[in-house]
Nanobody
Framework: QVQLVESGGGLVQPGGSLRLSCAAS????????MGWYRQAPAKQRELVAA???????NYADSAKGRFTISRDNAKNTVYLQMNSLKPEDTAVYYC??????????????WGQGTQVTVSS
C-alpha cells in the first residue's frame, strides 16, 4: 500500500514563508512526476507546481517567482518552498504523485492535505 504524508502547513503572516514536505512510503517501485495542488474554499483544485523524476519543473503563473518545488529521490520526498506568501495563497495543499508500486498497476496518489493560512 502506498501513502503520501504531507507536513509543514500552518498559519503565516503575509510576506512570510512556509516549506511543505510530502513523503511517499510503501511498496514503491518507481515514482514519476510529483506535484502540489491546492484548493481554496468554493474553488476547484488547481495545480501549483510539478516536478518530473528528472527534475524538470512546471509552475502555475501565481506561483512563479515565489514558490520552488524540489524533490529528494532517495527519500521519496517532494518539497514546496513558499515565499512572499499572500492571503490568496490560503488553501488546503495536496501532494500528488504518479507511482508504480510493486505488483500492482501504476496509479495517481494523493496526500490527505495540509492547511496553509496566510493572514495577519
Amino acid at each position: 500500500q502506498v501513502q503520501l504524508v504531507e507536513s509543514g502547513g500552518g498559519l503565516v503572516q503575509p510576506g512570510g514563508s512556509l516549506r511543505l514536505s510530502c513523503a511517499a512510503s510503501g511498496s514503491i517501485s518507481t515514482i514519476y512526476a510529483m506535484g502540489w495542488y491546492r484548493q481554496a474554499p468554493a474553488k476547484q483544485r488547481e495545480l501549483v507546481a510539478a516536478i518530473t523524476s528528472g527534475g524538470s519543473t512546471n509552475y502555475a503563473d501565481s506561483a512563479k517567482g515565489r514558490f520552488t518545488i524540489s524533490r529528494d529521490n532517495a527519500k521519496n520526498t517532494v518539497y514546496l518552498q513558499m515565499n512572499s506568501l499572500k492571503p490568496e495563497d490560503t488553501a488546503v495543499y495536496y501532494c500528488n504523485a504518479d507511482i508504480k508500486p510493486y505488483y500492482i498497476r501504476r496509479d495517481d496518489y494523493w496526500g490527505q492535505g495540509t492547511q496553509v493560512t496566510v493572514s495577519s
